[in-house]
């Protein structure tokens, strides 16, 4: 198993473990019946279910989560947006419509977290692919200092990884 592959499953991990702590309910998704033009890593990574709260029932959700682990984000997303039609995000809109898209990276754009989010529900195509911290969106309910412990465990294990 090569770097990419290793920090690929360390940044779904990751991302599992900050949704729990967040009180959130995550299962793997399958087995589903996989459409023929996608093959098995297409599909996302986990189902995400927060549950009623005593009193809120409307605070109820269920979302597709997909993470991804990028080293250069910006220029992926860069690449991605050019790509119109084609793009990623396009072909994973028609096919999950709320899916949100977790990009994690230990290199991130200074003042940025290491944990990015991308709503393709609220995402227009066509339009530039913008991140968000993942303890922004207001539905996750996701603290801002649950992010950043799960960062400093990245750059950890990153840096351990890469023998620096």
């Given at each position: 198993?090569?770097?990419?592959?290793?920090?690929?499953?360390?940044?779904?991990?990751?991302?599992?473990?900050?949704?729990?702590?967040?009180?959130?309910?995550?299962?793997?998704?399958?087995?589903?019946?996989?459409?023929?033009?996608?093959?098995?890593?297409?599909?996302?990574?986990?189902?995400?279910?927060?549950?009623?709260?005593?009193?809120?029932?409307?605070?109820?959700?269920?979302?597709?989560?997909?993470?991804?682990?990028?080293?250069?984000?910006?220029?992926?997303?860069?690449?991605?947006?050019?790509?119109?039609?084609?793009?990623?995000f396009t072909r994973?809109?028609?096919?999950?419509?709320?899916?949100?898209?977790?990009?994690?990276?230990d290199h991130p754009?200074?003042?940025?977290?290491?944990f990015q989010a991308?709503?393709?529900?609220?995402?227009?195509?066509?339009?530039?692919?913008?991140?968000?911290?993942?303890?922004?969106?207001?539905?996750?309910?996701?603290?801002?200092?649950?992010?950043?412990?799960?960062?400093?465990?990245?750059?950890?294990?990153?840096?351990?990884?890469?023998?620096?």
């Amino acid at each position: 198993m090569d770097l990419l592959a290793i920090k690929g499953r360390l940044a779904l991990a990751l991302v599992e473990s900050i949704f729990r702590r967040a009180g959130i309910t995550v299962t793997p998704v399958g087995p589903l019946e996989v459409p023929p033009h996608l093959g098995r890593e297409d599909l996302p990574d986990f189902a995400a279910r927060r549950d009623p709260a005593v009193g809120a029932p409307d605070a109820a959700w269920t979302r597709l989560i997909e993470v991804r682990y990028r080293l250069d984000l910006t220029h992926y997303l860069a690449v991605e947006s050019q790509r119109g039609a084609r793009s990623t995000f396009t072909r994973a809109r028609r096919q999950w419509p709320a899916l949100l898209v977790v990009f994690v990276s230990d290199h991130p754009e200074p003042g940025r977290s290491c944990f990015q989010a991308v709503d393709l529900g609220a995402w227009v195509p066509g339009e530039a692919i913008a991140t968000t911290a993942l303890w922004a969106p207001p539905e996750l309910a996701i603290y801002r200092q649950n992010v950043e412990e799960h960062e400093l465990l990245l750059r950890r294990m990153s840096a351990l990884l890469s023998g620096v």
